[in-house]
């Protein structure tokens, strides 16, 4: 693992390479939300780090660009409780709520456990997206920069027959092979000898929380204490309209989703994994004058006006789980 005093100077001389011009206003034209660039992003990173939080160089994306993960909690704790967002770079309220649950992780870590948080799994889809809504081109990005879905590519049930991808195989395309894909790559060597027993994805849209298995139709061993974690962050993500608690593989019928990041951590770890889909996206409770346009931008079909309530709700509902309590009594 990566020394975190080079590995902060790296994210320093990362951010320095970016893109300095808040998007805040350009989206704020457009009416798609109050969301941060990755050099705000970055920027913003430096608040846990200066409470503790050790940076962690994770690994490089195809294009180059930097990986970084932030731990918090005792180095000698034996439970890992791990939290990604990102693998779908256009999902920004997903990295919103990371951001959220790392500030909160770093003002109270955990006594008893170490966090290890990836908030930007995807660096080159994300700054694809933000090129994207830079330069006003309305563009629906799902890939890493070699055309991959990084959530087919992880190594659990890679290749087994999909209808999902039968059917729209571009679009899930699963890569070369089982961590074919760089940023997969670097995230399994890096967590690969975790102790991980706790995992947390962060995507949208849907409202809902999904658990193990994506890719077999099959119950999962560990289905009641997975239903029963699933359910109190479903309730407190939003106490007025719960979010749906499903098996992923059948939150769509017949859409099996194969190489899920959820089904490594829960197959090869051992951990209790879930996916939450943050939020209902950009497009509910629009009036009906203005989703004609709205729905002509792909980033408002992911991502609510208002990021920030809803990350703050979502953290606080998986807060507890990422800090190793909930569940059964
Ligand atoms: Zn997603």
């Known amino acids: ?10 994210l320093t001389d990362e951010r320095g390479r970016l893109e300095p011009t808040p998007i805040g206003p350009i989206l704020g034209r457009r009416d798609l939300g109050g969301y941060r660039g990755m050099h705000e992003l970055l920027g913003a990173l430096a608040e846990p780090v200066a409470r503790g939080a050790r940076v962690r160089l994770v690994g490089r994306s195809a294009r180059g660009l930097r990986l970084f993960g932030f731990e918090v909690g005792p180095p000698e704790a034996t439970d890992v409780t791990v939290v990604v967002a990102g693998l779908h770079p256009i999902e920004w ?3 919103e709520t990371a951001m959220t649950l790392l500030e909160a992780l770093a003002e109270r870590p955990p006594p008893d456990r170490r966090v290890f948080v990836v908030p930007i799994a995807n660096p080159d889809g994300f700054a694809e997206v933000e090129a994207n809504l830079r330069a006003g081109r309305r563009r629906f990005v799902r890939h890493n ?25 571009p679009v899930f395309a699963r890569g070369k092979a089982a961590a074919s894909e760089p940023e997969v790559r670097a995230l399994v060597d890096t967590l690969v000898a975790l102790p991980i027993d706790r995992a947390l994805s962060l995507h949208s849209f849907g409202g809902a929380v999904l658990h193990p298995y994506g890719a077999r139709l099959a119950r999962p061993g560990r289905l009641a204490e997975l239903e029963e974690h699933a359910g109190e962050i479903a309730r407190a993500s939003d106490p007025r309209r719960p979010y749906r608690v499903a098996q992923s593989s059948r939150w769509v019928p017949g859409f099996t989703a194969t190489g899920m990041e959820i089904d490594w951590f829960y197959d090869h770890h051992g951990a209790l994994a879930l996916l939450v889909e943050c939020s209902r996206g950009g497009l509910a409770g629009r009036p009906w004058g203005d989703l004609a346009r709205a729905a002509s931008e792909p980033f ?11 990350a703050t709700a979502i953290a606080a509902a998986c807060l507890p789980f990422v800090r190793g309590v909930g569940g059964p009594e």
């Open 1 to 10: 693992m990566s020394d975190p005093a080079l590995a902060a100077a790296e």
């Open 93 to 95: 309220i997903g990295v």
């Open 145 to 169: 920069a070699r055309g991959v879905d990084l959530n087919r590519n992880f190594p659990s049930f890679w290749g087994w027959p999909s209808l999902a991808r039968l059917l729209l195989g």
């Open 300 to 310: 408002a079909w992911f991502n609510p006006r208002e990021p920030a309530p809803v």
